[in-house]
Each structure stands twice: as structure tokens, then as C-alpha cells.
């Protein structure tokens, strides 16, 4: 009877470590999947500084489909408030991200998100937005964590 508890104890704290070990890396390797914002590289976190609303509107400029609601969602996780997200007839082969309301800061912030676009300055204050970013051909998605 000692042996089967001792044996039944001994399993439990292996199947325990091996599960505390598994949910570690599993972890790392979502926080890491869901910071990163441009597929290889180190992830990126928050860019956008605690208590700044930056409000952006992502268009995919390019024929791919979803790539603007993805771009979104990567943005977000930085920190941007992405107030809408859409198709544009326009296309690009490089990203862009347009300064809509004076802040170059808040641009090159943006640009860093998506890496490697370019900063356009074309102020317009009917669109009540800060930024709007141009998926591009260029843009590479970050990788999306699985979830089983």
C-alpha cells in the first residue's frame, strides 16, 4: 500500500512539472508570437506611450486578401487605436503610413509597427484621425499563435 502512494505521488509531481514546464514555454512562445508586428525578428510590444490615444485607419493597398484586418490586429497589440480598417483602390508596393494630424512622432511610431513604411505628411482634419497606414506588397504578417 506505501509503494502505490508513493509510486501515485511520484507520477503526480512528474505530470506536474511537465505540465508547469509546457505551460512556460507555451507562454513565451505566444507573448513572443503576439508582440511580434513584421514577421522575423524580435517581438515588438506597446509602442504607443501609456495614456496616448493614437486613432489610425489601415487600408490594404495591395490584392491580398485579410491583410489589412491582420495588419490591425498587430497594430493594436502596440497600442494604436484602430478605429477602422479596410480596401483601398490604391495600391502599393511599400507600406505607408500618412500623418493626418501634425504629429510626425506618432507617424514614426507607426512606421516602426509596421516596419519599413514610409511617412507621408497629408494633414486632413475631416477624417478625425491621427494616421493612416497603407498595407503595402512589402508588409510581411507577423506569424499567428496557435491555439489549440
Known sequence: MGRRVVAGLLVIVVVGGVAWGAARWWGSRHDAAAGALGG???????????????????????????LARRAMFALRDAGFDVVYFGNTAERSDSSVVRDRSGHADWAALAAR??????????????????????????????????YP
Open 40 to 66: 522575423g525578428g524580435p517581438a515588438m510590444r506597446r509602442v504607443v506611450p501609456e495614456g496616448t490615444r493614437v486613432r489610425i485607419e489601415v487600408l490594404n493597398a495591395t490584392d491580398t486578401r485579410g
Open 113 to 146: 509597427a509596421v516596419r519599413g513604411a514610409r511617412i507621408e505628411s497629408k494633414p486632413d482634419s475631416s477624417h478625425f484621425l491621427d494616421l493612416t497606414v497603407l498595407v503595402g506588397r512589402n508588409w510581411t504578417p507577423p506569424r499567428e499563435p496557435l
